[in-house]
Every structure is written in C-alpha cells, then in structure tokens.
C-alpha cells in the first residue's frame, strides 16, 4: 500500500469513528456514504461488515484508531 493510500485509509478511519461510532457498533446511518465507507475499511480488514446498516471494529480497526 502507497503512503498515499495509507493516508486516505487513516482519514476514513478518522471519519467513520468520528461521525458513524454509536456505542460499540458503526451504524452507517443508512447513507450510501456510511455503508461504502464501511465498505472500504472492510475490505482493509479493519471492520467486520455484512453490507447491512451495522459494523464493528475489528482488532486492527481498534489499533489503527489508536495509532491515528
């Protein structure tokens, strides 16, 4: 992965916490937006997501906020 990418995926990681983090879970809102963010960071690994409304944090999710 570019330091670009890197870059992009730590904003959206800053954003989903920020705005879509309700208590334990991601909930996208039911916005495109929020659900392909979800989306993205799944595929990074960094949420469990099933396409529905609501995702988690995986580990690496976790550790990735905290890095950021």
Request: charged share 25%; glycine share 10%.
């Amino acid at each position: 992965m570019s330091e670009r990418d890197k870059a992009v995926l730590t904003a959206l990681v800053r954003m989903v916490d920020q705005y879509l983090t309700v208590g334990e879970e991601l909930d996208t809102l039911s916005m495109s937006a929020g659900q392909n963010a979800l989306r993205t960071l799944a595929d990074a690994g960094l949420v469990d997501y099933d396409g529905g409304r609501c995702g988690t944090w995986t580990q690496a999710g976790r550790d990735q906020i905290t890095r950021s």
